[in-house]
C-alpha cells in the first residue's frame, strides 16, 4: 500500500474523533505488519488536526530526481564533442621520459 493511502485512511480516522492509539489500532488490524509505525501516525495525525489537508509529499527543494535531456539540439556535433570528453585517457600517454646517455 502507498504511503499517501495510510495517510488518507489516518486523515479518515483522526477526523471520526480516533485517537492516535485507537488509529494505530486499526491499521494494524487491517494491514498487519506493514501499517505505518506509531511515531508516523502519531506526527500524521498532529499535522491533520492542526489543519493540513493535504495527504501528498510536499516538493522539497534540492536536486531533483530525475535529470532531462534535451536532445532536439540544432547542433548534433555538439552533442557528439561532449560525448568524446569523458573518454577515459591512456595510462601514461603524457609522460615524458629522460633520454639515456
Avoid: H
Avoid at 43 to 68: C, F, H, M, Q
Wanted: with cysteine.
Amino acid at each position: 500500500m502507498l504511503k499517501v493511502e495510510y495517510r488518507a485512511v489516518i486523515k479518515f480516522l483522526t477526523k471520526e474523533g480516533y485517537n492516535t492509539k485507537e488509529v494505530k489500532k486499526q491499521l494494524d488490524d487491517v494491514y498487519g505488519s506493514s501499517s505505518p509505525s506509531y511515531s508516523t501516525v502519531k506526527l500524521w495525525a498532529k499535522l491533520i488536526k492542526s489543519g493540513r489537508d493535504n495527504v501528498d509529499d510536499i516538493p522539497r527543494g534540492g536536486r531533483t530526481s530525475e535529470t532531462y535531456i534535451d536532445l532536439s539540439c540544432k547542433k548534433p556535433g555538439l552533442i557528439r564533442i561532449k560525448l568524446q570528453l569523458k573518454k577515459k585517457k591512456k595510462v601514461g600517454s603524457g609522460i615524458k621520459t629522460k633520454s639515456k646517455r
